[in-house]
């Protein structure tokens, strides 16, 4: 089953449709897709598009939607988690990041886009709220502490060419030692390593954003105690600072994607075995509307890939299509 839902997602058009007023006009660049300067890709977790409501997800469907191009039908890839993460960057997966094993058991000497990002010479980091220590193997934390760290869901650490060849101990080597980083301390939701660098504006060029299982809306955390919210939160703390930031300028792009739906485990979700997801793109070369088209994560990674001039496309991002036709 999703083998074949791999299949239909690279094959079909991905033509999109701006709610109102047609689509947009693209701005010229690599398949239309404008150059990015600073991108910030924030990842969410375990939620369909369906659930979000204005008591839930407040700042989403209030400010995010009407300043973003804001799309109805976009699709995880699979389920569970590290499969996608790692889809999202390598545009492929296989059955071991399905079941979400660890680095030790499982990890690939495939292309991806932080290795695409080393080789155009794109400073680029992984930013892991909670983890302990850069480019860490192993689980750590307690949601009762705010700061449960997950690998799973820090895909540079799968990946040979980035945290290799070692995986038996606690922390990754190669470019993952240095650019696979903590957001901040373990104390509760603390992200003041980022924040800091967002202030003064020493972010590098792409930083790729994931909370700990209580901000990234995959656990029910007290106090807060509402998944949906508890990201949307996130989001209202840092994609303000994020664009107050001097790394903000008007070709920087952020991206808000979720890896999976909550719902419809293999073989039970329609279209795509991932779920239909909420997913925005802000910035200054955005037309701000709603996107009907069919979209999914390889198609995020071409339009990555595409901004940022890497060399090539890997894995699905070959035959996929970018996000369309969604710039000024």
């Known amino acids: ?132 220590a850069p480019c860490y193997l192993i689980n750590a934390g307690e949601n009762r502490y705010g700061n449960a760290y997950r690998v799973k869901h820090n895909p540079a650490a799968y990946y040979d060419s980035i945290a290799g060849p070692d995986f038996t101990g606690a922390t990754g080597g190669g470019s993952c030692a240095t650019n696979d980083l903590p957001m901040g301390g373990t104390g509760v939701n603390d992200t003041s390593t980022f924040d800091a660098a967002l202030a003064s504006g020493s972010v590098p060029r792409f930083n790729y954003v994931t909370p700990n299982m209580c901000e990234d809306g995959h656990d029910n955390c007290k106090p807060q105690g509402n998944p949906i919210r508890q990201f949307d939160d996130f989001l209202a703390r840092e994609v303000p600072q994020i664009m107050a930031s001097p790394a903000w300028t008007p070709s920087s792009v952020i991206v808000i994607v979720y890896d999976e739906g909550q719902t419809g485990g293999p073989g039970k979700a329609v279209k795509f075995a991932g779920g239909n997801v909420p997913f925005a793109v802000i910035g200054g ?38 996000l369309g036709n969604i710039w000024n």
Request: glycine share 8%.
């Open 1 to 132: 089953m999703i083998r074949r839902a791999l299949m239909v997602t690279v094959a079909l058009s991905m033509s999109m449709l701006a709610l109102p007023g047609g689509p947009a006009q693209a701005t010229s660049g690599i398949e239309g897709v404008p150059a990015f300067s600073n991108v910030f890709v924030l990842v969410g977790e375990n939620t369909n598009y369906a659930q979000l409501t204005a008591g839930d997800a407040p700042y989403e469907l209030g400010w995010v939607q009407q300043h973003s191009a804001w799309f109805t039908n976009y699709w995880g890839i699979s389920h569970y988690s590290t499969s996608n993460y790692i889809a999202m960057t390598s545009g492929q997966f296989i059955k071991c990041e399905q079941l979400d094993e660890k680095p030790a058991t499982c990890h690939q000497d495939v292309p991806n886009l932080f290795q695409q990002l080393n080789t155009a010479g794109v400073p680029w980091t992984a930013w892991n709220e909670s983890m302990p």
């Open 285 to 322: 070369q955005v037309h701000n509307a709603v996107y009907t088209g069919l979209t999914n994560h390889y198609s995020l990674l071409r339009t990555l890939e595409d901004g940022l001039a890497l060399p090539g496309y890997v894995g699905a991002a070959n035959t996929a299509t970018t």
